[in-house]
């Protein structure tokens, strides 16, 4: 099977268009919603988005074209409204180009309190004003945007992204520390380069961006789905089986392969992607942290949670990213999974979500065998967690709510038919 662009690149790389004075190519870019809703928004700012000529896009490119961009109805907007979190991230190139921007609610999956404290603070910071809203936020500038000194509190992508997408084209110099530097980030910076952006980064989380007056287009293949691969690898081990991943990168996927390697899965990496498979012997449990980049990233945690209910012993799980992510687990313990999940901090260092009542360290314990359930898709990630857990169960399931997995996975029961899974869409 095939992964293509990243999810959390392909978006943000459309947005970045927004900034240029000529049209940009983006290649390698999924069939999901996110991109679809980012395709509407970008169409209702002007920004004419085509997809590429060849026979059936097989490329998957598209040609945005942002020289004509323009304010959109608030109301056209607002029928955006949670729909994805992507629109924060049109504030800075909207700025630049139209002095205002207005951005409805947020959406995306509901794993935690997901606040946008650190992009409205990012945004006043470059000189923008931020009127909230009833229907969502209105932000203008009345003037060039300035560069300025950013320290994030926490190495959030999402308040990376801001600032880059922000400081390209903003007055002087704005330095970044405490900054995430997540591939996809790095891949963001290097399209930002090729429209002509002056971006380094520095030691120990310091990005220091360069302002300029003008970006021109780009042209640009977007980094594979490290996510998606790391979903599918998951799959090959809980159901004690053998995929073989097209496009799958190993740069990207380092940190994911040795913990895939500890807990006794084998992989094999040639020019075209990886293959990934069960080693037919017992799988070992292990004590895991989730993290910011290069650490174990927490979009891998719940597809590996259904492999580690096939590893003999105790494994555990601490989230440190998002306070919410083990909502997921229920289900897989009606499935016959036996998963404990813990306040505390377990296995490791304290993280931010010690002294709160969050519910963020799991203990799995394994192997058990999973029973087919009636599932309701809850997020993006813990609802693929599901389907894995489905493909390994004994017996039918029943999965509700599958256009949540849209979002982020393209043709994924094409995908699962191919694996010979027995899909059937009620
Ligand atoms: N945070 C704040 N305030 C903010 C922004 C973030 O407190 O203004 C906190 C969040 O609540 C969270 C932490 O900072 O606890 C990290 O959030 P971050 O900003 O890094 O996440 P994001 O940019 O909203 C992206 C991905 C997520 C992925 C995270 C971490 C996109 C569209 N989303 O979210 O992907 O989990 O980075 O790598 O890029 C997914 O693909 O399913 C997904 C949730």
Redesign the pocket.
């Not at 794993?111 to 603070?121: E, F, Q, T, W």
């Given at each position: 099977m095939s992964v293509r662009g990243a999810?959390?690149?392909v978006?943000?790389a459309m947005v970045a268009a927004i900034l240029g004075s000529e049209p940009s190519v983006l290649r390698n870019v999924p069939a999901i919603r996110?991109v679809d809703v980012v395709r509407g928004l970008l169409s209702l700012h002007g920004v004419e988005v085509t997809s590429g000529p060849d026979a059936g896009n097989q490329d998957g490119e598209l040609v945005l074209d942002p020289r004509n961009v323009e304010s959109a109805h608030v109301a056209d907007i607002g029928m955006h409204a949670g729909s994805?979190?992507?629109p924060i991230l049109f504030c800075g190139p909207l700025l630049h180009r139209l002095g205002e921007a207005f951005i409805p609610d947020l959406g995306?999956?509901r794993?935690?309190?997901?606040?946008?404290?650190?992009?409205?603070?990012v945004l006043r910071s470059f000189g923008a004003v931020v009127d909230k809203l009833d229907s969502g936020i209105h932000i203008h500038t009345s003037g060039r945007l300035q560069g300025t000194k950013v320290k994030l509190?926490?190495?959030?992508?999402?308040?990376?992204?801001q600032v880059l997408l922000t400081a390209v084209c903003a007055e002087g110099v704005t330095e970044l520390s405490g900054a995430?530097i997540?591939p996809?980030i790095m891949d963001l910076i290097a399209i930002l380069q090729k429209m002509g952006a002056i971006i380094s980064v520095d030691t120990d989380r310091v990005i220091r961006i360069d302002g300029v007056e003008r970006l021109g287009g780009y042209v640009h293949r977007a980094l594979s789905d490290r996510?998606e691969t790391a979903s599918w690898a998951s799959a090959a081990l809980a159901t004690n089986g053998e995929i073989y991943v097209r496009g799958a990168t190993q740069p990207e996927m380092m940190t994911f392969l040795n913990v895939f390697r500890r807990i006794g899965g084998e992989f094999e990496i040639d020019e075209n992607g990886i293959k990934f498979s069960h080693p037919g012997y017992d799988l070992n449990s292990l004590v895991l942290e989730t993290d910011?980049?290069p650490g174990f990233?927490?979009?891998w945690q719940q597809p590996l949670v259904v492999a580690l209910t096939q590893a003999g012993g105790l494994s555990i799980i601490h989230e440190t990213?998002?306070?919410n992510r083990f909502g997921f687990t229920d289900a897989l313990r009606d499935m016959g999974a036996v998963i404990q999940v813990y306040r505390e901090c377990l296995g490791g260092t304290p993280c931010r979500f010690g002294q709160s009542n969050f519910n963020h360290s799991a203990v799995v314990s394994g192997p058990t065998k999973l029973q087919g359930g009636s599932i309701v898709v809850p997020?993006?990630?813990g609802g693929f967690s599901h389907l894995i857990a489905a493909l390994a169960a004994d017996g039918e399931s029943k999965v509700e709510g599958i256009e949540l997995i849209n979002?982020?996975y393209e043709n994924f029961m094409g995908k699962l038919g191919a694996l010979g899974a027995d899909v059937t869409l009620v």
């Open positions: 999810k959390n690149l978006p943000k996110d994805s979190r992507i995306g999956c794993i935690g309190d997901r606040p946008i404290n650190y992009h409205l603070d509190p926490y190495p959030s992508v999402g308040a990376t992204e995430a997540e996809e996510i910011v980049h990233m927490t979009d990213v998002y306070e997020d993006l990630r979002r982020g």
